[in-house]
């Protein structure tokens, strides 16, 4: 799948009509996390290539590690995102956040549109954005808060095996995306997967009752 003129209006025509559903605020707030589509660069998601191969323009999606000092969620996979500041709306905090963690500067217009709010077990209600970059070569990991910034091309989340659903305790199934051997647990799961059905697929798919695994409830 290309990064290119024709990807870019697919997707922000899906979103326009895609009617997002919003929460009310949770018992830690609100934050918004952006789901970026970008080159694929050098590489994959689990290694970088030499610096002289050839950059791939196939489509991806920039997923960070987050650092391993952190109080929550250390080492786990995420996509750059925070807690929104005052009167910020979910858009502007997603590019606020990919300044500051990323390094990737974008103008309001990458805005492509929203997906569902997500209630997490860690008391936030999570707006995704998602947004349109370019070759996005300049990033670097601010390691205050990310050991490292990947690359995912997007056929890999329209996998046959995808979703991981695990049903076991709790009312609803447990949600994982299987990325290479590895997999993304909700809520992180939940947004590449509502942003495969919606922007990838068109269809009106919800993800709001998915389960997370306990280890992502802190």
Same mark, same amino acid.
């Given at each position: 799948m290309q990064h290119d003129a024709t990807l870019r209006q697919s997707v922000a025509e899906?979103? @326009? @009509?895609?009617?997002? @559903?919003?929460? +009310? $605020?949770?018992?830690q707030g609100r934050a918004a996390v952006a789901l970026v589509i970008s080159e694929a660069g050098h590489g994959s998601a689990w290694g970088d290539m030499p610096q002289h191969a050839r950059w791939s323009t196939e489509a991806a999606l920039i997923l960070t590690r987050r650092a391993g000092h952190l109080r929550r969620h250390a080492n786990q996979w995420a996509l750059p995102g925070g807690r929104i500041d005052g009167k910020e709306t979910p858009e502007q905090a997603a590019l606020r956040e990919l300044r500051e963690e990323v390094a990737l500067?974008? %103008? #309001?217009?990458?805005v492509l549109g929203r997906l569902d709010d997500f209630s997490t077990r860690s008391g936030f209600a999570i707006t995704p954005v998602v947004v349109w970059a370019g070759d996005a070569r300049a990033m670097v990991a601010n390691a205050d808060e990310v050991a490292s910034i990947h690359r995912i *091309?997007? $056929?890999?989340?329209? /996998? =046959? $095996?995808? =979703?991981?659903?695990?049903?076991?305790?709790?009312?609803h199934p447990v949600l994982r995306m299987p990325v290479?051997?590895?997999?993304?647990?909700? +809520?992180?799961? *939940?947004?590449?997967? &509502?942003? @495969?059905?919606?922007?990838? /697929?068109? &269809?009106?798919? /919800?993800?709001?009752?998915?389960? &997370? #695994? %306990?280890?992502?409830? &802190?």
């Open positions: 899906s979103l @326009r @009509r895609f009617h997002w @559903r919003s929460l +009310p $605020d949770a018992s500067e974008l %103008p #309001p217009e990458a *091309a997007l $056929d890999e989340f329209l /996998r =046959p $095996d995808a =979703p991981m659903l695990e049903h076991g305790a709790h009312a290479g051997e590895n997999w993304i647990a909700a +809520p992180t799961a *939940a947004f590449l997967y &509502q942003f @495969r059905e919606v922007c990838l /697929r068109g &269809q009106h798919t /919800r993800v709001s009752h998915f389960e &997370q #695994p %306990p280890f992502a409830w &802190q």
